[in-house]
């Protein structure tokens, strides 16, 4: 999913081209770290920072720090004081039969792209889902974000506010020379309608535009409602989760879930659990990354 990919030279000694790699993925309070073959200490200040069995970590005063690596293998740090990282992996496990390892090559791909330029990122990432950013005709599109599942009993379109009359929102079986599903004119920016109306197709993507009323639609917008097997299969995953969360702190919680979201298209959770996880970490300039990220990857430019 996400962040910073700066890397600093001095943090690969030999050992890197011998053991796994992990990533910082998020950590809360003091920590230290020290790079096997080096004898200072440094401080844990900022996400994505490479960690090596043979370093070391000092965590203090009941810190928390979570490493994930490429294979989907994570670790909650939880121990007090200084320790080898390779003596608490040998006794935490792989962990590749946890849940969150399933969109971990996700995260992992996230963390090892630089993302300085959140507009260039928000284009070339909706460019990569065949999408653009910014609607090519007034309005701007708000919800649901490009590529949306479904789960909820109604689907909540909205966009910008561009002081015209009236806007037309239609649907379509397909983006190019589709079949109209549906189509009406309304005053309002917004218009929630049932999952379970006639028109929509079950477990099939189609398509939603808005435009000016007169004007055909130019932006044609895949979303997509799940049906109840994949339904399940999503609340079963949300629930094996919890089951792990005992002793994580609620912002890596909510991070988490995030997470889970994302990888299974469900943006409008994801969003709402990035806020969930900002809420409890006010202020916190790495979790606002995280978010940030986000909305540059729904298309939303900063």
Do not use: C
Not at 152 to 180: C, H, P, V
Not at 256 to 272: C, G, H, K, T, V
């Amino acid at each position: 999913m996400k962040k910073t990919a700066s890397l600093i030279l001095f943090f690969l000694p030999f050992s890197i081209f011998s053991q796994e790699e992990y990533r910082v993925f998020f950590y809360s309070g003091d920590i230290e770290f020290k790079v096997n073959g080096y004898n200072q200490w440094q401080k844990v200040n900022r996400l994505n920072i490479p960690l090596f069995p043979a370093d070391s970590i000092n965590l203090i005063n009941g810190s928390q720090m979570y490493l994930i690596n490429q294979n989907g293998e994570q670790a909650l740090v939880l121990q007090s004081g200084k320790l080898l990282l390779s003596d608490f992996l040998d006794e935490a496990g792989d962990g590749t039969d946890n849940i969150i390892a399933s969109y971990a090559e996700f995260v992992w791909e996230e963390f090892n792209h630089p993302h300085k330029d959140l507009e260039k990122y928000a284009d070339k990432y909706m460019k990569e889902q065949g999408g653009v950013s910014r609607a090519i005709n007034i309005p701007e599109i708000y919800t649901p974000f490009y590529g949306s599942h479904i789960i909820a009993d109604q689907i909540y379109f909205s966009w910008k506010d561009e002081g015209m009359l009236k806007y037309t929102l239609s649907f379509w079986d397909s983006d190019k020379n589709g079949r109209k599903l549906f189509e009406l004119t309304l005053k309002d920016t917004s218009l929630s309608v049932s999952t379970k109306t006639a028109w929509i197709p079950a477990d099939e993507t189609f398509y939603w535009s808005v435009s000016l009323e007169g004007e055909n639609p130019a932006n044609f917008f895949p979303v997509k409602v799940l049906d109840r097997n994949d339904t399940e299969k999503i609340e079963a995953g949300l629930r094996q989760m919890d089951k792990q969360f005992d002793d994580y702190r609620p912002e890596l919680i909510w991070l988490l879930i995030a997470s889970f979201y994302e990888e299974n298209d469900l943006y409008q959770q994801a969003r709402f659990a990035y806020l969930n996880a900002l809420d409890f970490a006010a202020n916190d300039a790495e979790i606002q990354e995280y978010f940030d990220l986000f909305l540059a990857r729904m298309g939303r430019k900063m």
